[in-house]
């Protein structure tokens, strides 16, 4: 405008960046078909279609999603083992692709692929120098040299049998058993690379899929697929130094099943089925006797999912059911069904802060209840983190977090009627929550402001079991001090008002008071001298609560919330003149409350909320400079929502979280928004 009225003319324009919506994930747990890992302390899952590690700590009950950088994709089918652990990397080879990955790095490291396997179906077994493949190739891998070399085809099974058949590796040798009519197999010792053939089963029927397991003394095979394409039952025993194989008892067995539709694990003395019907059985070799696994609520039938044993649990997971559980056999009893999630986990209603490479997510509501946990993403490296659970405050929403520059500050908030005038500092580095002192901390509250100076966390405001509350105190991590606030000219006590930081004041404005009358007025908080400012009144927008007030370096912008209906007006509040500024109503947004807003720099973007009884996936930028709105698109943009969080990050908006009416669950999904980046090229006159 300043260009045009001094006679410039604008001549072109050029787009440096494209408006665009990027879809981050929701946070579900992809398992489907998989090979699980066990580390000794987590599970390590290479799962279908997946370029990253999933990582499950049962002692937290916390997925991770490891680091996707320099990784392979997973291309893994049933019945198929195409991941090792070596005690301290876990090696993938397959169809898509081939890689070293270190949990304690959460890094991936490249692995030749000179003289590596291919083919559609396979099994891996670490022999604690070596990496054995048996499949269509068979081949060993060093991953000392990054060397593959051939195995010896002399007496090797069939391709089928190496395929489709029954394999496991004993210590010493692979045993490969098997195929439809086939009754034959072989085993295979790395030390003389040579096959050694077995004698023909006749205690058990060919077939191929079957469920099978070590023992530490036998081949454990049991059930399958027959050559007609029906589930089998019945099953016998390998024992590699008589060459000689025993019939298992079938009285008490589990109904005929198919091993792509269920799953088995070796406990350490007992060969576990469970799967499909939600049922399933144990069976102890040495008394060649099987006790059964009911069918229990809480416990969701599924099947191609896969399992694992920990030493003391088997952990089922994935499949058809979107959720893993935890048998534990001395005790014959489960850990039900829990969600499958990556943190940041579904929730609304939580905080969100961005540290300058990842945002952190805390607190909010879940399904059903206050949530006590937290999440880390890494937009680079997409990589979602869970946060430590010891050391955090209790579950909780309606709490206040600020970023510090080296610290996430959480304090107060409430769980149901319960406030809380407690926290915690989550530091980012060493991954750990360091307490918030109680003495001389204000009163426990919820639906209050906090803003972070540069060096204190100011709280005010905000309402507990006692009424609505005006007053506050100012927070020292440095020394872990509080310090009350004056209340001589403070702002009328209040609940749902906004507050900014200037870089030298606290701005409080609008908010409800205890009467439940939306207020149109504010003041400016000085911490320096401990003082308060009155906010003109002179042409600000009208009163109202549950808006958004976000800082520009130089100005305050107010829009939306509740006057008490819903409204799409606002203003702009100039500390330095303290006067306003009405924001225009040409192009402005649907009237909302529950949206969220960011500054980029030299934008003001608002999305989502809601109003009107709808759920909105839509928004706008406001540039104070040019004066006007913008509309954000909606094509690639997620669904409408209320409650989320939003952080500005690296050139984009962050979005994760909220809800609408239409969700069996919060979301946990994250998006992220690109606005377009336009130079205009004027011509002087």
Not at 545 to 567: K, L, R
Request: charged content about 10%; overall charge neutral.
């Amino acid at each position: 405008a300043s260009l045009a009225a001094a006679g410039y003319t604008r001549i072109s324009q050029t787009n440096l960046a494209q408006e665009a919506w990027q879809n981050r994930g929701n946070g579900a747990v992809p398992i489907g078909d998989a090979t699980p890992v066990w580390t000794g302390t987590e599970l390590l899952l290479w799962s279908n279609g997946n370029n990253y590690v999933l990582r499950y700590n049962p002692a937290t009950d916390q997925w991770t999603k490891g680091s996707s950088l320099n990784a392979p994709t997973a291309y893994v089918l049933e019945h198929d083992v195409r991941a090792v652990w070596t005690g301290s990397e876990l090696i993938v080879m397959g169809q898509g692709g081939f890689g070293r990955y270190n949990p304690a790095a959460d890094a991936w490291a490249a692995v030749s692929t000179v003289g590596a396997p291919a083919g559609a179906s396979q099994f891996a077994a670490w022999t604690g120098s070596e990496v054995i493949v048996i499949g269509d190739v068979s081949v060993r891998y060093n991953p000392t040299t990054d060397i593959w070399t051939p195995i010896s085809t002399v007496n090797e099974p069939p391709p089928s049998t190496r395929r489709y058949g029954a394999r496991v590796w004993t210590g010493s040798e692979v045993i490969v058993w098997g195929h439809l009519s086939n009754h034959a197999g072989a085993r295979y010792n790395p030390t003389t690379n040579t096959w050694t053939p077995m004698t023909n089963a006749i205690v058990i029927s060919g077939r191929h899929y079957p469920f099978c397991a070590w023992s530490g003394s036998e081949m454990i095979v049991w059930g399958g697929q027959t050559s007609g394409g029906n589930a089998s039952s019945g099953g016998g025993r390998y024992n590699p130094t008589t060459d000689s194989w025993t019939s298992m008892n079938a009285s008490g067995q589990p109904s005929a099943r198919l091993n792509f539709g269920n799953a088995s694990i070796w406990s350490g003395s007992e060969f576990i089925v469970w799967g499909k019907d939600g049922n399933g059985a144990r069976y102890n070799p040495t008394t060649d006797a099987w006790t059964a696994i009911p069918l229990i609520a809480g416990v969701a039938a599924r099947e191609q999912h896969t399992a694992a044993w920990t030493g003391t649990e088997m952990i089922v997971m994935g499949g058809t059911a979107a959720t893993h559980a935890r048998y534990t056999p001395a005790m014959g009893t489960w850990v039900g069904d829990r969600a499958t999630v990556f943190e940041p986990s579904p929730r609304s209603s939580h905080s969100a802060v961005w540290t300058g490479s990842e945002m952190l997510v805390w607190g909010g509501f879940g399904s059903s209840a206050a949530l006590g946990t937290g999440g880390r993403y890494h937009p680079q490296l997409g990589r979602r983190l869970p946060l430590p659970v010891s050391g955090a405050p209790s579950a909780r929403s309606s709490h206040a977090t600020v970023w510090s520059g080296a610290e996430m500050i959480v304090w107060g908030g409430a769980n149901g009627g319960t406030h809380y005038a407690d926290g915690a500092r989550y530091q980012p580095v060493a991954n750990v929550w360091v307490p918030i002192t109680s003495t001389a901390a204000p009163a426990a509250r919820k639906d209050f402001t906090a803003v972070w100076t540069g060096t204190e966390y100011i709280v005010w405001g905000g309402v507990n079991g006692g009424g609505v509350l005006g007053d506050g105190a100012r927070y020292s991590p440095s020394n872990d001090a509080w310090t009350a606030m004056s209340s001589s000219g403070a702002p009328s006590a209040r609940r749902f008002h906004s507050a900014v930081w200037t870089g030298s004041e606290m701005i409080v404005w609008g908010g409800l008071n205890a009467a439940l009358t939306p207020q149109g007025d504010g003041a400016r908080y000085s911490p320096a001298t401990d003082t308060w400012t009155p906010v003109s009144a002179t042409a600000a927008p009208s009163a109202r609560y549950v808006h958004t007030a976000t800082w520009t370096g130089s100005e305050m912008i107010v829009w939306g919330g509740n006057t008490p209906s819903a409204t799409n007006t606002g203003a702009r509040y100039r500390p330095a003149t303290d006067d306003w500024i009405a924001l225009p109503s040409e192009n402005a947004p649907a009237a909302r409350t529950g949206h969220t807003t960011v500054w980029t720099g030299t934008e003001y973007i608002m999305w989502g909320g809601a109003g009107g009884g709808s759920y909105f996936n839509g928004g706008a930028r406001f540039n104070p400079l040019v004066g006007q709105w913008e509309s954000i698109t909606t094509t690639g943009a997620p669904a409408g929502r209320t409650g989320h969080a939003a952080v500005w990050a690296q050139g984009q908006m962050l979005i994760h979280g909220g809800t609408d009416t239409g969700a069996a669950a919060p979301f946990s999904d994250i998006h992220g928004y690109v606005p377009p980046q336009t130079v205009f090229v004027y011509q002087h006159p």
